[in-house]
């Protein structure tokens, strides 16, 4: 009954599966008579073997006791020694980690085998030239006996002998008797090491799933087995190892001869960077700058000098550079005359405002591009190809006449082949006109002379001829060599006369470029769009420009996303003399820049930086002080009133003509103050520079996007929009007017002499006047001067001639007067009497 109650009392267990978890309670007794009840838990370990096999022995493992409240029990008998069980390196080590390690095992053993069987044929060579050399000597003292050759069996037999260490070989190898011909020797064969086989897991072990979910994990006795866990050589550390052996076995003694380097240096460079470029150590250059008298730290920079001695002294050779040497020469690129293939000419369309010119180019291209341009002029250059009935092509480029477009007339008379000038023969030539005159000539470019308009009543096209007289332009009818067409582009009469002589220029002057180069173009005309970003149109000088080209322009850089032609498609390609828009700039690059191609994006943007830093320089360049530059500026600043504008526009080269405008209207009392310009649609950051000013936004078709407009209402910002430049100018011209107030005019109406001084009143003086000059009336503003001095400047209040009061008083008559303002009055003082008129200032 006793025993019953000492066993462990179980739960009870449910219907199922056997279970590998007992629990039961087992009292603990301590000294001085106490007790403790805890739970304890019996895990047995589940082994599944194959059907056939006995069943194994359960292995039965104590789980860490639990405090838990129980009736006293008496201990539980020991569980049985657990069955040996495998190792513990391979019930840990994943499938993948024990391949790789039995790989690298048998790598060191087919290794290991190698080296043996060196080490043995060198054995057996040393072997065969002491028996040889030992026959020599039995056949130099006996030479009736021929000394016995050693047979190729034992050779072979010890070169393929893998497992034989050499000293066992030399003791099994039978040495050659001394006296009588030996005997043939034998070698017994040695049996081949045996490399040692993988350790293959238990299968129950394995089959249990226990080892392989904990293989990955790391556990106290995996972590002081250091012997078992130790990581082998890898393979790339043995052909480490063979390579250095190998180059210490071939390597000379001798110096190693020094390399020569040419060395770049530009105009300033660290001494840290010098050594990099000369391959040298930075120390031995702080050295040699030490004994050179120029102590410096590897940190510091130097100039050319400097960093020549030293790249002199080290045995390199230098190349000097300088900053200007990353920026493109165009002048110094010239292609060879057997690449070069005829090209169309481009025609560039001149003249004054309002004379044709858009009209006779509508007319050429068959179009109606005047029907779109704000208030019926020019503001942009056009830039066209046309097709000649003869199949030929011809690129136009229409240029604005207004006198704002200076600068649009100047490029375009810098990049065309032959200017035509437009006159109309009931106007004449004008400004303009004679303008373009002067830029093709400047330009060195031929011009042919278009009379426009000879239907209309009052045409007169021999006047033009003479005039064109006096600007040294003859034409063929009076003996000269200047071609002229009177020409109608309403009626589109004489047309084809005007493309004739424009084939008989360009076959004059044999155009012709290298299309199978790297492109090169002009702006002509640069814009940001809202749509797709920055826009240039250029002008293919020389070579084709392709879409995925990467290229600097200007300041800017890029790579071509499209090209665009003149009717709007996309095209893949542009040669010589074609006009394109282009897409994917970095910027808004400046009309008249070079577009050049590169062979890559590191160049491109090198080239770029530099000329932004170069621009930047120039802008924040100061100019020498002198004293008459100090108190001008301090005048400017005094005197003259700053008028504050930001202009927006929709192409950089309307930009460019809006602020030159501008800056002529300025005067001696006002100036226009340009804070800030450029291409593209009015954003947030001109309406915060213009809250800040107090400066008007003028738009040039252009408008502000919503963000802007929002901010532009909450700071009161105005704008001004316009699409006609000379509606601007007008504007622009009366807001300085009105800073500038209306003007003051002094008109003198009466001269008079103090003849003497009477009292008026308790404090007043009236003064007896006798009027030398002109007339006095009452209220007018005075002088009264004595000695010519200005004593006081005053009005008249009352005009009395002997007791009546008048209105005025003529010269030869005497009079009396008080004066506001003032009784200084003496006699023999003079009065000067003037009108003051307010008019509207005019700039």
């Not at 080209?549 to 003399?577: N, W, Y």
Request: glycine share 6%; with cysteine; aromatic share 2%.
């Amino acid at each position: 009954m006793s025993d019953e109650q000492d066993k462990p009392t179980l739960t009870r267990k449910p219907l199922g599966l056997k279970r590998t978890v007992e629990a039961g309670q087992v009292q603990q007794q301590f000294s001085h008579g106490r007790r403790n009840t805890v739970v304890v838990e019996v895990k047995r370990r589940r082994v599944l073997g194959r059907p056939g096999d006995p069943a194994p022995e359960p292995v039965v493992e104590e789980v860490a006791p639990a405090p838990a409240p129980a009736p006293v029990a008496a201990p539980a008998p020991a569980p049985k020694p657990a069955a040996p069980r495998a190792s513990e390196n391979d019930s840990l080590m994943s499938r993948q980690e024990r391949q790789v390690q039995l790989l690298r095992e048998a790598e060191e053993a087919r290794m290991s085998s190698l080296e043996d069987n060196r080490r043995r044929e060198e054995a057996a060579r040393a072997r065969a030239a002491e028996e040889e050399k030992q026959r020599a000597e039995q056949s130099a003292a006996k030479p009736a006996e021929p000394a016995p050759a050693p047979t190729p069996v034992a050779a072979e037999t010890v070169a393929e002998a893998p497992a034989v260490e050499a000293p066992q070989a030399e003791a099994a190898a039978p040495r050659a008797a001394p006296s009588a011909a030996p005997a043939p020797r034998r070698f017994t064969p040695v049996e081949a090491p045996k490399r040692p086989e993988p350790k293959r897991p238990d299968p129950k072990v394995s089959r249990g799933g226990d080892s392989r979910r904990q293989s990955g994990k790391l556990t106290v006795t995996r972590a002081l087995n250091e012997d078992e866990g130790a990581r082998a050589r890898s393979l790339a550390a043995l052909k480490r190892a063979r390579e250095k052996e190998k180059r210490s076995h071939t390597a000379s003694s001798g110096p190693r001869e020094k390399q020569v380097r040419e060395v770049v240096v530009p105009e300033s460079i660290t001494v840290a960077e010098l050594a990099n470029r000369m391959a040298e150590k930075t120390g031995d250059l702080v050295k040699a700058l030490f004994r050179l008298g120029s102590p410096s730290a590897s940190t510091d920079t130097i100039d050319q000098d400097i960093a020549e001695l030293l790249v002199t002294e080290f045995g390199h050779e230098i190349i000097r550079v300088s900053e200007g040497d990353v920026d493109i020469r165009h002048d110094e690129d010239i292609d060879d005359a057997e690449h070069l293939k005829p090209r169309a000419p481009v025609v560039t369309i001149m003249g004054h405002v309002d004379h044709g010119k858009t009209s006779l180019l509508d007319a050429l291209r068959g179009a109606n591009v005047v029907a779109g341009e704000a208030g019926g002029i020019t503001q942009h250059i056009g830039a066209y190809q046309v097709k000649t009935p003869d199949g030929s092509l011809v690129t136009f480029l229409d240029t604005p006449g207004h006198e704002a477009f200076t600068e649009m007339r100047q490029r375009g008379a810098n990049v065309t082949d032959i200017v035509i000038l437009v006159v109309a023969a009931d106007d004449g030539l004008k400004p303009q006109s004679i303008e373009a005159i002067a830029h093709a000539k400047a330009a060195g470019v031929p011009i042919i002379v278009a009379i426009n308009k000879v239907d209309k009543e009052g045409a007169n096209p021999q006047r033009v001829r003479e005039r064109l007289l006096e600007h040294e332009l003859v034409v063929e009818e009076m003996g000269g060599d200047v071609q002229n067409v009177e020409v109608s582009a309403l009626k589109k009469t004489g047309l084809d006369k005007l493309l004739g002589a424009i084939a008989v220029q360009a076959e004059i002057m044999e155009l012709k470029a290298n299309p199978d180069r790297a492109a090169e173009g002009t702006v002509v005309e640069a814009k940001l769009d809202k749509g797709r970003g920055p826009v240039a149109t250029i002008l293919v000088r020389r070579g084709t420009l392709k879409v995925g080209d990467i290229f600097v322009c200007g300041a800017e850089s890029g790579r071509v996303r499209a090209l665009i032609d003149d009717q709007g498609k996309q095209i893949k390609s542009a040669t010589p003399s074609m006009p394109v828009e282009v897409l994917g700039l970095g910027g808004v690059p400046m009309a008249g820049d070079t577009l050049t191609v590169v062979e890559n994006e590191a160049r491109a943007r090198e080239v770029a930086t530099y000329r932004q830093e170069q621009a930047t320089r120039k802008r924040t360049v100061q100019a020498p002080v002198s004293l008459e530059g100090m108190f001008e500026a301090l005048a400017d600043k005094t005197n003259v009133i700053q008028f504050p504008v930001i202009i927006k526009g929709d192409v950089q080269g309307s930009v460019e003509a809006i602020v030159n405008a501008l800056n002529k209207l300025s005067t001696d009392e006002i100036r226009v103050r340009v804070l800030q310009s450029g291409a593209g649609a009015i954003t947030e950051s001109d309406v915060t520079l213009a809250a800040a000013t107090k400066a008007p936004i003028i738009g040039f078709n252009v408008r502000p996007n919503p963000k802007a407009r929002e901010i532009a209402k909450r700071e009161n910002v105005r704008f001004m929009y316009h699409d006609v430049i000379y509606h601007l100018t007008d504007e622009i011209r009366k807001e300085m007017a009105g800073e500038l107030g209306p003007e003051r005019i002094e008109t003198v109406v009466g001269r008079a002499e103090v003849k003497d001084v009477f009292p008026a009143g308790k404090r007043d003086k009236a003064a007896g006047l006798l009027v030398l000059e002109g007339i006095i009336r009452k209220g007018l503003h005075a002088r009264l001067t004595r000695d010519d001095v200005i004593v006081s400047a005053t009005t008249i209040a009352s005009l009395r001639r002997f007791k009546d009061d008048v209105a005025e008083v003529r010269a030869g008559l005497e009079c009396g007067v008080v004066l506001s303002d003032t009784n200084d009055i003496k006699a023999g003082d003079n009065l000067e009497v003037f009108e003051v008129e307010m008019r509207d200032r005019t700039l």
